[in-house]
């Protein structure tokens, strides 16, 4: 408020804190920020769905937000709930290990094209006995 005021006021020296060093398992590769799959990733647009490996269960999420490209992504179930987060980077090395597959879009409307073209047939199998 006294700075505000226009009044002199103590300067005080304060020292700048040490980030911690964040612990990354031995098993995390090192990829270069600069590397293809960072910048790939970097670029997913909203509602991109990918497929996260936890523990052999396979669970699908849709990107619901790329901010400030990739700085921080938000992935949602089909619900629209939170289910991850990453950045840019963490989602290169998860695809890079395996533990994240993309999902192509061809892919997800040929299995949906297939699940309505076997309902068609499985009601019309009904109608016609």
Not at 26 to 45: A, G, I, Y
Not at 99 to 121: C, N, P, Q, S, Y
Request: glycine share 6%.
């Amino acid at each position: 408020q006294q700075l505000l005021k226009g009044l002199q006021t103590e300067r005080v020296a304060v020292e700048p804190e040490q980030p911690a060093e964040p612990v990354q398992p031995e098993t995390v590769p090192e990829l270069p920020e600069n590397h293809f799959l960072v910048k790939k990733c970097s670029q997913l647009p909203p509602g991109q769905w990918i497929e996260i490996q936890d523990d052999g269960e396979p669970r699908r999420a849709k990107l619901a937000a790329n901010i400030r490209a990739g700085v921080k992504m938000v992935f949602t179930n089909r619900r629209g709930i939170k289910v991850q987060e990453f950045s840019a980077y963490t989602l290169a090395v998860a695809l890079h290990n395996g533990t994240v597959k993309l999902i192509e879009e061809g892919a997800l409307f040929d299995r949906a094209l297939e699940a309505v073209i076997g309902d068609l047939r499985r009601m019309q199998g009904n109608v016609q006995h």
